[in-house]
């Protein structure tokens, strides 16, 4: 082990975080010996800011934080796309009963049942949906603080996870 490599070894994890913060401020082989020892421990390195803006290799924080994000719009989109099917099953259910109701049992009761069992339906359809949608968007909250306040990640590549322009990202006070 060289004597760089046991410096490093005694640091802690935040001064290592705030050198692999600076890379650039180091020369090609202290760079080589900070990466070894976030990898020795686990800790992502921080990749360029060229590379957290889209022009190349992402790093793995900002791959999972992205991935992530997808899940809770997948699941805001699955919520959405869940009370839109309730609310056409109620629609049809409706439609169903006045058909009856008009046809040879010519009841109103039908009716009436048929706007019942379409209002519990779509309602039922409607609550799971907003749950649904409302844990999407939970998992973005939660997401936004972990991301804002992650120690190894640089502001560019906080936007870069979000998916937001990173001038909006530079413009706003941390």
Do not use: N
Not at 94 to 114: E, H, K, N, Q, T
């Amino acid at each position: 082990m060289s004597d760089a490599e046991s410096v490093w070894r005694r640091k802690t994890d935040d001064e290592l975080a705030a050198a692999a913060q600076h890379l650039e401020d180091y020369t090609e082989d202290g760079r080589r010996v900070v990466r070894a020892e976030l990898e020795r421990r686990g800790l992502a390195a921080p990749p360029a800011t060229a590379r957290a803006e889209g022009g190349g290799e992402v790093s793995p924080v900002v791959r999972r934080y992205r991935d992530a994000y997808r899940v809770g719009a997948a699941l805001v989109a699955l919520g959405q796309v869940i009370k839109i099917v309730g609310a056409i099953l109620g629609v049809v259910i409706v439609v169903f009963a006045m058909s009856l109701g008009r046809g040879p049992f010519s009841d109103s009761s039908v009716i009436l049942s048929g706007v019942v069992v379409a209002t519990v339906v779509g309602g039922l359809f409607w609550i799971l949906g907003v749950a649904l949608a409302a844990q999407g968007q939970i998992l973005r909250a939660t997401l936004d603080s972990a991301v804002s306040s992650s120690r190894f990640l640089t502001d560019a590549e906080c936007a870069a996870a979000m998916g937001v322009p990173s001038l909006t990202a530079a413009s706003e006070v941390h």
